[in-house]
């Protein structure tokens, strides 16, 4: 059997690691063991950190149609903003959940990118049936259209905290 050293990860010596076709047994050595096929992987929830959670959740179910699921206030000893939103599709629709959580230390990205600003970290792709008629929902629902458009069939809108969210005909 080959036998190569482990990093010490801090788990307990029965705990088994999975690395690129490795199955750890303990900590000092590993076997070659052959996945068929990758565990079960499911994208459940994107999350968005904001200055102010429940505000951008309000923005999203306007703009989505979709209900928020859960709400939690601020903190005890945290500002007034602090807390944590989610929305959900719903019945009939598909799509993550979105979690949207209080950054304290939130910087609104710059669109497009420049270098030493504040990048965007992700941001949403939203299908619409109608270009045109989804930017003006998304404008009166509090969204801003960006100045820089890069593509002429697809629309950059700005959320309430700066986030970047695409739509496109799809």
Known sequence: MDRAPLPDMGLPLHTCYRRVGFIGIGRNYFMEAWMTE????DVTSVTIGAP??????????RLLGWPIAVEEPAQPGFPPEDGWAQLRPPEGKVGPRLNIEYEAQYTRPVWPSEP???HITVHLDIAV???AAAVAWAIEAGGVLADFQPQDDVRVLLDPAGHPFCLFTG
């Open 52 to 61: 102010n959670p429940r505000e951008l959740a309000a923005f999203y179910a």
């Open 116 to 118: 030493g600003k504040q």
């Open 129 to 131: 049936s109608d270009l």
């Open 38 to 41: 990758p565990p079960r992987l």
